[in-house]
């Protein structure tokens, strides 16, 4: 599905892994990991939009979306354990 036809209605860029994080996962479950470890830095390091997402889940059900195929390793299953952590 293409970005433009999810209708998503709050979008949080900062929150996203940066483009360097992404790249040097590239999906290798070896690296499983420190992609959460280095990815969770990044998320503190934008605390505010995270802790708006983390009230807005407060409310009520959220969607994560993410593009990876692996439902198991991808950035959206990070973002859900540190909502869920930070309740």
Known sequence: MRK???AIDYWVKELAPSTELRRWFAHDP???EEFRRRYAAEIEAHREEFDRLRDLALKGPITLVYAARDETHNDAVVLRELLLAHR
Request: hydrophobic letters at 35%; charged letters at 35%.
């Open 4 to 6: 433009t036809d999810a």
């Open 30 to 32: 070896s690296r499983w």
